[in-house]
């Protein structure tokens, strides 16, 4: 998962309109030009994520 300031993405005008696909990838690149930004990475989980077919599921 990647977590990024809401004033960065501000910056860089969101997401695209009108991208069929890789619009989190066009995101990304436009967020790494800034130059201001410091990546960190960690070996720890920080989200489950469950496949349910119920239409319930939350």
Do not use: K, M
Not at 6 to 32: E, K, Q, V, W
Not at 34 to 49: F, N
Request: charged content about 25%; hydrophobic content about 40%; glycine content about 6%.
């Amino acid at each position: 998962n990647t977590f990024i300031r809401l004033s960065t993405a501000l910056r860089i005008g969101g997401y695209t309109d009108g991208l069929i696909s890789c619009n989190d990838r066009d995101f990304a690149i436009r967020a790494l030009e800034l130059g201001d930004l410091e990546i960190q990475y960690t070996r720890r989980v920080t989200v489950d994520w469950h496949i349910n077919q119920s239409p319930d599921a939350f």
